[in-house]
């Protein structure tokens, strides 16, 4: 149990465009989601955590009008990088959260994203 | 704020030796901590974790016990195997603004084990 899915695993686009990401708890609902940003060699840096009907909260120095954050259901957020840049290319993230009083997060497989 | 300090890799051993990864934190609240396990090409996997002071966390043959007095949860396995190779990071989970548990992680440290 308490899988979850992200769509694509890997995706590459020009600069300018823009890319989406999906994140999907699988064999449960998830209230809450979090979306990372991994660089190289470095840790999991938290982006936004998204809870579903509401607008996603933004960590600090997050644009959320580049990294646009949609929460529409228990078991989907969605990322979206808006006109993507070479310096946006990582490796992004999501995890759900599985409830509970540690509310223990299930993480994706992640997303390889890289910008020409 | 809170943070993290593991060790840094990359660590090599050779099978069945003795492993012990490094961990710190500070936090201004009661954490739980945690270590994920990151296998090459895989997303983040829960390792073990502990709630409160003096527990351990057990998993697979890691251990890991939560010291308050010394703000560590250092990872311990005593024989390692090739099987063993990944990304370790350590992580603690605080209350963020509102009811959201925020993880903050380690850099992780890459462990490589040679037959």
């Known amino acids: 149990g308490a899988v979850v899915s992200q769509h694509p695993s890997w995706v590459i686009c020009k600069s300018g465009t823009s890319v989406k990401i999906e994140c999907r708890s699988l064999d449960f609902q998830a209230t809450t989601m979090f979306w990372y940003r991994q660089f190289p060699k470095q840790s999991l840096m938290l982006m936004a955590t998204?809870?579903?009907?509401?607008?996603?909260?933004?960590e600090q120095g997050v644009e959320k009008d580049k990294f646009l954050i949609n929460h529409a259901s228990l078991t989907l957020s969605t990322l979206t990088v808006t006109s993507a840049h070479p310096e946006d290319s990582s490796f992004y993230i999501c995890?759900?959260?599985?409830?509970?009083?540690?509310?223990?997060?299930?993480f994706g497989p992640g997303t390889r994203l890289t910008v020409t | 704020g809170d943070s993290v300090t593991q060790m840094e890799g990359p660590v090599t051993l050779s099978e069945e030796a003795f492993l012990t990864i490094n961990c710190t934190y500070t936090a201004t609240g009661y954490p739980s901590l945690f270590w994920y396990v990151q296998y090459p090409g895989e997303g983040l996997q829960l390792l073990l974790k502990?709630?409160?002071?003096?527990d351990k966390g057990s998993n697979k043959g890691f251990e890991a016990t939560y010291r308050k007095e010394t703000t560590s949860f250092h990872l311990e396995k005593g024989s390692v195997q090739v099987s063993d190779s990944a990304v370790y990071f350590c992580a603690l989970s605080d209350q963020g603004g509102g009811s959201n548990y925020k993880l903050t992680f380690g850099k992780g440290t890459l462990l490589t084990v040679n037959p």
């Open positions: 998204s809870n579903e009907g509401s607008k996603a909260t933004y």
């Open positions: 995890s759900a959260e599985g409830g509970g009083d540690l509310r223990e997060q299930y």
């Open positions: 502990a709630t409160k002071a003096d």
